[in-house]
């Protein structure tokens, strides 16, 4: 029997468990999905190796520590220097990053975005813009602080801080910041926010399954509304591929968008501490 496990903090909302469970089930496989919270992630490696897991996916705020912590970096991961899914293969641990494919298919409904405004600069963020800007966007990113927006200017975008807004519209404004996912933040100062909100055609928060302060003064500017559900089901999938080998990313991610709609009797238990 493999065990999996979502590593992040906070993580009692994290839905992966019951997705990668309902594909485990609905395809006879033996291995089972939990969560941990690991509170500092310079010990992700260590609550790794003592639960015995085949493979992980990190979520905030650790990914930029993931990456660290692995033995090897492969694929679009070494651009990005963000890690979300490790997969032990003997001693060692591969690091993969599957949010910029996720994030991607998750917006192909959206018949293209020309132009994009991310919130924030931690590891989602590097994998969504780098998404829209492979997807031809015209993509800016802003950050609290200037510091961490050094890594997004060789990937071409745009770049501004708190005290050097964009005055511009655009078709897409995505919140990648954990603001709203513990409290009733924001993640820009609210009157600014709204100025993008209301000229924009859609909000992306890559936060799901609730509706977030950012989605709520969406909605009150005009904007159409997405959270992160799809990107979330998308990456699943191509993280189940990476655990076993292979597979049929469609089809598994179209199963795991089936447990997101199933009753809450299918919710985990209670994250173990880590």
């Known amino acids: 029997m493999k065990l999996f496990a979502v590593l992040g903090d906070p993580i009692a909302h994290s839905l992966s468990p ?3 469970n309902f594909v485990y089930r609905q395809n006879a496989i033996e291995a089972i999905y939990a969560r941990a919270r690991v509170a500092d992630g310079k010990r992700l490696r260590e ?3 003592t639960l015995g897991l085949s493979g992980a996916n990190i979520t905030v705020p650790h990914k930029e520590s993931a990456f660290e912590l692995c033995d090897e970096v492969r694929g679009i991961a070494a651009r990005l220097g963000a890690v979300n899914t490790w997969v032990k293969e003997g001693d060692r641990i591969a690091g993969y990053n599957t949010d910029a494919e996720g994030f991607a298919a998750s917006i192909a409904p959206l018949n293209g975005v020309k132009s994009a405004l991310v919130l924030g600069a931690g590891g989602a963020a590097r994998s969504i813009a780098l998404a829209l800007i492979e997807s031809g966007a015209d993509t ?3 950050n609290r602080s200037a510091a961490r927006l050094e ?3 060789p990937l071409g975008a745009r770049v501004f ?5 964009p005055r511009e519209r655009f078709d897409l404004v ?3 910041t954990s603001a709203g996912l513990k409290e009733d ?3 820009l100062e609210k009157e600014a926010l709204k100025a993008y909100l209301t000229g924009a055609k859609t909000a992306y928060d890559a936060i799901y399954g609730r509706q977030t302060p950012f989605l709520r003064l969406a909605l009150e500017c005009g904007a159409a509304v997405k959270d992160g559900e799809d990107m979330l089901a998308f990456q699943g999938a191509i993280a189940h591929t990476l655990f076993f080998g292979g597979g049929d990313r469609a089809k598994i991610a179209e199963t795991m968008k089936t447990a997101l709609r199933l009753p809450a009797s299918w919710r985990q238990s209670p994250p173990r501490e880590g």
């Open 18 to 20: 019951l997705m990668h």
């Open 47 to 49: 609550v790794f190796e």
């Open 140 to 142: 800016a990113v802003v």
């Open 151 to 153: 890594f997004f200017k």
């Open 161 to 165: 801080d708190w005290q050097n807004l």
């Open 174 to 176: 995505v919140n990648s």
């Open 185 to 187: 933040d924001l993640p």
